[in-house]
């Protein structure tokens, strides 16, 4: 078997080792979450005013965004190169960061 016939893309391992920052982005907006509620003096198990709300989900927006756009970058690079399959991390970086996007906010409207 020759080296040629396989092939393994510095930018498809990257792509999947991206999606490590997608649990450290949620638990670093969890922290902030927590950080704002207690500087806001809100006790816990109430909700928080409607502007610290959509500020905090500004926040998570931004955090799981950008382990998102790294994972998309590299998702793009490896399928110019030609790689069958080479969305799918960027596929579930997406739905991970809408999931913890919707389950965060989706309670506090009903």
């Not at 928080?48 to 950008?66: H, S």
């Not at 991390?89 to 409207?109: E, G, K």
């Amino acid at each position: 078997m020759s080296t040629s016939s396989i092939h393994h893309s510095h930018n498809l391992r990257n792509s999947w080792l991206a999606l490590l920052g997608l649990p450290l982005a949620l638990l670093a907006a969890f922290f902030i979450g927590n950080a704002v509620m207690s500087s806001v003096g809100v006790p816990e198990g109430e909700l928080l005013p409607l502007q610290w709300i959509v500020t905090m989900l500004l926040i998570v927006v931004v955090l799981l965004a950008i382990p998102v756009a790294l994972v998309w970058r590299f998702s793009r690079r490896t399928a110019d190169e030609g790689h069958r399959g080479a969305m799918w991390p960027f596929w579930i970086a997406l739905a991970f960061a809408l999931l913890a996007v919707l389950m965060n906010t989706v309670p506090l409207w009903v």
